[in-house]
């Protein structure tokens, strides 16, 4: 088992985790002739982007052709793709960007990745087909982001007593830890949900897969847009395979995508990246959630097709 100090450590570098964004308004939504002069930030690869919108109205308000418009009717897309807010940035990147992971077997030293990630902030237009509107309080955003910590923690421990059993103070402190992106905050309610009082038998892991998938594909969609077409899967992912071989990433993703992972050791058609880097087959699926874990207590995958 991985020592407490190495899932600490860990868990900060993912918390450090950071991508540039350049985000651009919309020619349509500028006065000014062509474009306007674009907000470049350093951005968390494990926070959300509504988060930015205030600062970004803001911002943006001398150019909008109505600044009049609340800050929440802010959307992003990149290269005419919806952004779903609902996603941590970091994944929204590996999941778009066309970035390729960082690969520790790879020597070359070369890595060409797509920075800043250039994406455009529209007031208006929003697709309501592909997402969810925001509101001014940010109620919305709240209850997506908790009704996922619900079902993460249902998956580990059978219920969701242990988030429902937080005190409105450890609630309210667990939704500002995400907003200001404060580990240590974030880490003191975290405890309390991995030791729900009787203790916590895990059951299974929070896991979601995500891969490219046909346009014309009629299931679990996440999204159809003009670049690409999503799937979502999910299955009931017990830590351990037998009472002697802990679930490894390799036996999570055969199981539940046998013809894309064929082999539990080694990748053959595609690679899984976690926070921008590919995770060997053979990692602890355990020991990877309580290391690497995004902020709704889910180890979410982005499954990159190999050429």
């Known amino acids: 088992m991985t020592s407490a100090s190495t899932t600490r450590a860990l868990q900060r570098a993912v918390w450090n985790g950071s991508i540039p964004l350049q985000i651009t308004l919309a020619p349509e939504e500028c006065r000014s002739y062509g474009q306007s002069m674009p907000y470049l930030v350093q951005y968390p690869r494990l926070a959300y982007l509504p988060t930015l919108l205030s600062r970004l109205h803001a911002f943006f308000v001398d150019v909008l052709i109505n600044p009049e418009v609340d800050s929440c009717e802010g959307w992003f897309e990149y290269e005419g793709v919806p952004l779903k807010w609902q996603h941590a940035v970091g994944l929204l990147y590996d999941l778009y960007s066309g970035a390729d992971p960082v690969n520790s077997d790879d020597t070359s030293g070369?890595?060409?990745?797509?920075?800043?990630?250039?994406?455009?902030?529209?007031?208006?237009?929003?697709?309501?087909?592909?997402?969810?509107?925001?509101?001014?309080?940010?109620k919305i955003q709240h209850d997506v982001f908790i009704n996922s910590v619900k079902e993460a923690d249902f998956l580990r421990n059978g219920s969701a007593k242990a988030i429902m059993g937080l005190s409105m103070d450890d609630s309210t402190r667990l939704w500002e830890a995400v907003l200001n992106h404060d580990l240590e905050s974030y880490s003191a309610i975290d405890r309390k949900l991995w030791n729900p009082p009787g203790g916590l038998q895990l059951r299974h892991i929070p896991l979601k897969v995500y891969l490219p998938a046909p346009a014309d594909t009629a299931s679990q969609i996440e999204d159809k847009g003009p670049q690409r077409a999503l799937r979502v899967v999910q299955g009931l992912v017990q830590p351990s395979v037998s009472t002697k071989e802990p679930q490894t990433l390799g036996t999570a993703l055969h199981a539940l995508l046998p013809t894309v992972f064929p082999s539990r050791r080694s990748y053959i058609h595609a690679k899984a990246a976690l926070h921008g880097a590919v995770v060997p087959l053979s990692a602890n699926l355990q020991e990877l959630l309580r290391g690497a874990a995004y902020k709704d207590g889910f180890l979410h995958i982005a499954v990159i097709m190999q050429s």
């Open 110 to 138: 070369a890595i060409e990745s797509p920075l800043p990630w250039n994406l455009t902030l529209q007031f208006t237009g929003r697709p309501s087909t592909q997402l969810i509107p925001l509101d001014a309080e940010g």
